[in-house]
């Protein structure tokens, strides 16, 4: 019997190659706070999955156009005839649209929620390829413009309003809504669906080097304000797709909020980053209290001027110390020549919609400032 040659043919066999683990790559980094230029599309492929808290996005409106329209004093309207806007059917806008709704469905956190804005050119395509794409639609909300461009054809009602579509992911999604800041915001009534605001003009309106408008569809940053606020989290990720002149990111730095832009056209990208660059964010104290709701007992700030905790002539200072507005007997302030209510003037000076006065104004005691809320608890205090 042969014991050996089993054994040679035993040890002669190829022993099986280990498997190696495969290399896991690293998810690329989030471009947080800057502008990426290039096609929406391709940009948000190089984004991880589920990365971003909410998606504002204002497409291209694809008017149709079929000429020049002029004024009745024979001027001619500067309408959007930009070749972004163009699209050579509506079968190739309903591609467009489906590819990156798709793209951001992708790199949306499954908490997360999207805003799109249109006209009625294309709001209805665009609700409609939402709903095949599997988002729930929350809402829709009507965006009341206080100051239309009439219809200088007299053919049609003037134009007044533009469509707004909120969606999450899917039916159960554990979205953000900070319901008490809106309900706060809107004077403690439940914020409504019909939203009323100016379109830009003035000193907001974004000029390019040639003095005119730099985008002819410049949203107002009131807009952006209320929807960053009722949707998102100090923090959060913010992506603009159609990021335009940046009011998207002006407005979520002024919040707190983290944003990446992409947009395709290079006059637009400079203007947004310098836009940016010089915004101004909100005070912490300021953002902390739109938070909590009003459960205190109401105190007017006329009362500690009248019970004496304030002086007629005390300065008031904000936390970083970059407005001193004075005391006036009726217990208003003056800053700046602006004057007002404690909460009227604060929201003034930063350009926001609303300021609980209460926090963001401090007083000077003992060599550091106080929040002149403490001044309130002291004298509910001394009431109870």
Known sequence: MNLIAPLKEKQGRARPTAKRPALKLAPPALPLDSVIQAD??????????KSVDMIFADPPYNLQLGGDLFRPEGGRVDAVDDEWDKFASLAVYDEFTRKWLAEARRILKDDGTIWVIGSYHNIYRVGSLLQDADYWILNDVVWRKTNPMPNFRGTRFTN????LIWCAKSEGARYTFNYTMMKSLNDDIQMRSDWLF???SGGEREK??????AHPTQKPEALLYRILLACTKPGDVVLDPFFGTGTTGAVAKRLGRRWIGIERESKYVEVARRRIAASLPLDESAMTVMAEKRSAPRVAFGVLVESGLVAPGSVLNDAKRRW???VRADGSIECQGTVGSIHKVGASLQGAPSCNGWTFWHIERGGTLAEIDTLRQEHLAALS
């Open 198 to 200: 100016p379109i830009c």
């Open 324 to 326: 001193s507005a004075t």
């Open 160 to 163: 007044a309003h533009e469509t």
């Open 40 to 49: 929406c599309i391709t940009a948000m492929a190089g984004l991880p999955d």
């Open 208 to 213: 390019g080097e040639d003095g005119h408008k």
